[in-house]
């Protein structure tokens, strides 16, 4: 088990993220389908062309939406969901993936809309200053930024046979 530490966050996920690289977009409770229409909807309502998603994990945000004909770049600080986000992504031209971290990303261009997603905001929570600030570095004038967030303590995955996280607190 991993107990999350607010201080340490991206060090205590690290270990864990590696083990479950493979598996995540399986044991992750969540309606991806309606999910990313919701998404769409919301971009297309703005006029996104261009996202970055910050934290993306294994990059299913991204794939799905660069599917629906959005120009999509993932980042991560897991080189392991990096990996597989790129496997996965194989074909898709649209969609890019690089290791990077969204407090300090800097990127060529700006684009139209930027996701934070899962368990990314908790973790930008611990400094939320510095992540705003970057996103408002990484986003064109009048982009979107969406962002879902799960109540700290809530979040325990049982479905590779052993719970992952015995708990998670932000003080």
Known sequence: ?????PSRVEDSLRPLYRELAEFYEKIEERDYEAEISLIDKILRRHRVKSLIDLGCGTGLHVRELARRGYNGLGIDISPAMIRIAKRRAQGLKNARFITAD???YRPASRFDGALCLNWSIPVALRDVDRFFSNVSRLLKEGGVLIIDYEKPGDIVWSDVGRPIIDSWSFK
């Open 1 to 5: 088990m991993c107990r999350v530490e």
């Open 102 to 104: 969204y407090y300090s």
